[in-house]
């Protein structure tokens, strides 16, 4: 006896569509622009390889107006932490939305998960440029701290 396990994805609430895992549901809920496309895109990029969402990320972007272009942002962001690497055209659409905008958190997570030699060139630039701004910043806050700390001691000595 088969028994047939039907998936727990309600699109009238959008219930269960984290738990995502069939493209072939993604690409109609795309077909017919539902309401609750982001969080099954979302879904899919927690359980499913890059390659196979990434196509219907990039759809949901061309879809998506204003601010429901931060799920695919957010679907791409769990692609660079669950698989640490992404597609050409996941890196394209980042570069495209750039810093300051709906990326902003996918291009961080992707810095911080995917591994350096397989970013792009200008993904590269920017880690480097990070990690010296981090680290000149860390070495500037040390002396400070210890000037403050120094300072309250001092104070906190004449009190007593």
């Known amino acids: 006896m088969v028994v047939a396990i039907t998936p727990d994805w309600n699109w009238e609430t959008g219930k269960g569509l984290l738990g995502m895992?069939?493209?072939?549901?993604?690409?109609?809920?795309?077909?017919r622009a539902d309401r609750y496309l982001g969080a099954a895109v979302i879904g899919l990029a927690l359980n499913c390889p890059p390659e196979v969402v990434s196509p219907r990320i990039m759809r949901a972007l061309e879809l998506l107006p204003g601010p429901g272009r931060d799920f695919p942002f957010t679907a791409t962001a769990h692609l660079a932490r669950l698989d640490g690497r992404l597609t050409p055209e996941l890196y394209a659409a980042l570069r495209a939305e750039g810093l300051g905008g709906a990326a902003d958190h996918a291009i961080d997570d992707t810095l911080s998960f995917v591994p350096f030699r397989d970013l792009p060139p200008w993904l590269k630039r920017r880690r480097v440029y990070v990690t010296v701004r981090e680290t000149l910043l860390r070495w500037w806050l040390r002396p400070v701290e210890a000037v403050g700390e120094a300072w309250r001691a001092v104070r906190g000595s004449r009190s007593g």
Do not use: G
């Not at 549901?25 to 795309?30: K, N, Q």
């Open 21 to 31: 895992d069939d493209p072939a549901e993604v690409d109609a809920a795309l077909d």
